[in-house]
C-alpha cells in the first residue's frame, strides 16, 4: 500500500495527517491560506509521498481536480490539482467533502451499501454510495449541494446549510437554551426523512463537529423522525461518527492510499 498525506479543508480549517499503510495518523491542524502553504504543509508531513489526497468544502469538479466555487477557501478556487502537482511532484485527488464523508463508509466494516453520509459543522455536506459502494454523482460536474433544500417546520423556514449548520444550531441554543439539540435533532430527523425518501439509502452516515459535539442528543429524536418514512421506504441503519476527521479517511481512498473494507 503506497503511503501519503491527506488534507481536509473545511468551514473551521484545515487538518492534515499522513497515510501509512492505509493508516491516517498523526491528523493536526494546518494555518494554510494560498496552494503554496497547503504544498508546504504536505511536504512537512511527508517530503516525498506516493499520493496526496484534499477534501475540500465546495463546489470541486473531481474528475478535473478543479475547484468552482468554495466559501471555506476561496484561495483554492480554480485548477487546484494541477497546482498541487506541481509544486508538490506527486500523484494529486481534489474531492468536494461530501463525496469525501461518502467514500469513508467504505472503510467501515458491516456496513451496508447503498449509503449517503451527511456532514454537519460550520455548513452541511453530502455524498452518496451506490450498492456497490462507489460514489453516486449528480448530473453536472460538481458534486451534491443539498444544502439548499428547505427546512420547514419548528418554527424555521431555512434552507439547510444554514439550518442544520453552525449557525442554525447557534440560534437554537440562543432561543432555547438548553433545549436546542432536542429541537435541532428533530430538525435533522426531518431533513433526513427527505432524503432518505428520495435516495433509499440502507446506511446514513451522520459525521461532523455538530454531530460529535451534541453526540447522544441525536440518536432518540432522529430514530422517531425516520419512523415516519412511508411504509414503501426502509427504514435504514443510522451511524454516527465519532470522529472530526472523517473526511480524512475518504480521501485516503480517493487518492489510492486506503483500501476499501473487504465484504
Known amino acids: 500500500m503506497r503511503n501519503g498525506v491527506v488534507v481536509d479543508i473545511g468551514g473551521s480549517g484545515t487538518r492534515i495527517g499522513a497515510v501509512v499503510n492505509g493508516n491516517v495518523v498523526g491528523v493536526h491542524g494546518a494555518e ?21 489526497g484534499v477534501s475540500l468544502n465546495g463546489h470541486v469538479d473531481a474528475d478535473r481536480g478543479r ?15 494541477t497546482e498541487l502537482v506541481s509544486l508538490i511532484d506527486a500523484p494529486v485527488s481534489v474531492i468536494g467533502d461530501g463525496d469525501a464523508h461518502a467514500l469513508a463508509l ?14 454537519l459543522g460550520s455548513s452541511l455536506a453530502f455524498g452518496a454510495l451506490n450498492h456497490h459502494g462507489a460514489l453516486i454523482h449528480p448530473c453536472g460536474h ?21 439550518g ?57 429524536p432522529v430514530a422517531e423522525q425516520l419512523q ?3 411504509i ?15 473526511a480524512l479517511f475518504g480521501a485516503a481512498v480517493a487518492a489510492g492510499l486506503a483500501l476499501p473494507e473487504m465484504r
Open 32 to 52: 494554510v491560506a494560498t496552494a503554496q502553504d497547503l504544498a508546504t504543509a504536505v511536504l512537512a508531513v511527508d517530503r516525498s509521498p506516493a499520493g496526496v
Open 67 to 81: 475547484v468552482v466555487m468554495s466559501r471555506a477557501a476561496a484561495w483554492a478556487e480554480g485548477d487546484l490539482r
Open 106 to 119: 467504505t472503510r467501515l466494516p458491516d456496513v451496508e451499501f447503498g449509503g449517503i453520509a451527511i456532514s
Open 142 to 162: 460538481t458534486g451534491w449541494d443539498l444544502g439548499h433544500w428547505r427546512i420547514v417546520g419548528d418554527g424555521t423556514n431555512t434552507e439547510a446549510w444554514w
Open 164 to 220: 442544520l449548520g453552525g449557525h442554525g444550531l447557534y440560534d437554537l441554543e440562543r432561543e432555547h437554551g438548553d433545549g436546542a439539540a432536542e429541537v435541532y435533532a428533530y430538525r435533522l430527523g426531518s431533513f433526513l426523512v427527505d432524503a432518505v425518501q428520495l435516495f433509499r439509502p440502507r446506511t446514513v452516515l451522520l459525521t461532523g463537529g455538530i454531530v460529535v459535539g451534541l453526540g447522544e442528543a441525536l440518536h432518540g
Open 228 to 230: 415516519s418514512l412511508p
Open 232 to 246: 414503501s421506504v426502509p427504514i435504514p441503519r443510522v451511524v454516527y461518527s465519532p470522529s472530526r476527521d472523517t
